[in-house]
């Protein structure tokens, strides 16, 4: 009995075989693994810090807000302000008022870019770092727009653009293009920033402020719509932001 347990731990010795990896595949496995923790730091620190940084809106107590009516379109009226210059470093934006401008509705999408921030954007988003699809008059409801409406904000190597799909072949009653508005928000100030990060999908939102041209440091010159009947590339509304109304609570 003890010759043949022998024999098979011999057998079973035989049978094991040592596996010897490489060093140099040890040590891209370590250098692998620093440089994909150091750009997920890259990325999450950053963005991070900023969401910190605003993660915080104080609104104002002097403000007597009413029920945001979402029945009605936009107030747009013409407007005769300086440019707005903002400087960063040694890249400026500038600022150009179009109109002022008030929007209510409700929040039917919603993309921003605060995730890229430790990665490459455009000077465009740097400062319109949120886009809002708005909805407002007969189809600003929720379930209108679920049952046939798809919304996506797709990104373009300089900026974002609205594509609509239909769920349906027959459009609800009273729809008309223009209750459905797409916008790239550039907030005044950290309060507004902090604000518009508190919005969520089915907010019932007002916002006030003014339409702006924009140019930017890479010598983009980017037009705001003043038109609700317009579509496409060139249809996007660009809101200078000042206040920002979220049900009852007003942030300037």
Same mark, same amino acid.
């Given at each position: 009995m003890s010759e043949n347990t022998n024999n098979n731990?011999?057998?079973?010795?035989?049978?094991?075989?040592? @596996?010897? $990896?490489?060093?140099? =595949?040890?040590?891209?496995?370590? %250098?692998?693994?620093?440089?994909?923790?150091?750009?997920?730091?890259?990325?999450?620190?950053?963005?991070?810090v900023y969401l910190l940084a605003h993660s915080s809106a104080v609104p104002d107590k002097t403000a007597k807000p009413q029920v945001i009516d979402v029945s009605?379109?936009?107030?747009?009226?013409?407007?005769?302000?300086?440019?707005?210059?903002?400087?960063k470093g040694n890249k400026r934006w500038v600022l150009s008022p179009a109109a002022d401008y008030s929007i209510s509705g409700i929040v039917a999408?919603?993309?921003?870019?605060?995730?890229?921030?430790?990665?490459?954007?455009?000077?465009?988003?740097?400062?319109?770092?949120?886009?809002? @699809?708005? $909805?407002?008059?007969? =189809?600003?409801?929720?379930?209108? %727009?679920e049952e046939n409406f798809k919304f996506n904000l797709d990104k373009t190597d300089i900026t974002r653009v609205l594509s609509t799909k239909f769920k349906k072949n027959r459009l609800p009653k009273g729809y008309n293009s223009r209750y459905i508005t797409h916008n790239n928000l550039v907030p005044a100030n950290d309060n507004i920033v902090a604000a518009l990060l508190k919005i969520r999908k089915w907010d019932k939102v007002k916002l006030g402020g003014?339409?702006?041209?924009?140019?930017?440091?890479?010598?983009?010159?980017?037009?705001?719509?003043?038109?609700?009947?317009?579509?496409g590339w060139s249809a996007s509304e660009i809101i200078y932001v000042t206040s920002v109304q979220i049900g009852d609570k007003v942030y300037k």
């Amino acid at each position: 009995m003890s010759e043949n347990t022998n024999n098979n731990a011999n057998d079973s010795a035989n049978d094991t075989e040592i @596996v010897v $990896v490489p060093k140099y =595949i040890t040590i891209f496995s370590k %250098v692998y693994f620093q440089i994909f923790i150091l750009l997920i730091l890259y990325w999450l620190l950053p963005a991070s810090v900023y969401l910190l940084a605003h993660s915080s809106a104080v609104p104002d107590k002097t403000a007597k807000p009413q029920v945001i009516d979402v029945s009605h379109e936009p107030i747009q009226s013409e407007v005769s302000f300086d440019d707005i210059i903002v400087d960063k470093g040694n890249k400026r934006w500038v600022l150009s008022p179009a109109a002022d401008y008030s929007i209510s509705g409700i929040v039917a999408a919603k993309k921003d870019s605060v995730w890229q921030i430790g990665f490459s954007r455009s000077d465009f988003e740097r400062k319109a770092f949120l886009d809002l @699809v708005i $909805v407002w008059g007969p =189809i600003a409801d929720k379930k209108i %727009v679920e049952e046939n409406f798809k919304f996506n904000l797709d990104k373009t190597d300089i900026t974002r653009v609205l594509s609509t799909k239909f769920k349906k072949n027959r459009l609800p009653k009273g729809y008309n293009s223009r209750y459905i508005t797409h916008n790239n928000l550039v907030p005044a100030n950290d309060n507004i920033v902090a604000a518009l990060l508190k919005i969520r999908k089915w907010d019932k939102v007002k916002l006030g402020g003014f339409l702006i041209n924009m140019k930017t440091p890479d010598r983009y010159l980017f037009k705001t719509s003043l038109s609700r009947e317009d579509y496409g590339w060139s249809a996007s509304e660009i809101i200078y932001v000042t206040s920002v109304q979220i049900g009852d609570k007003v942030y300037k």
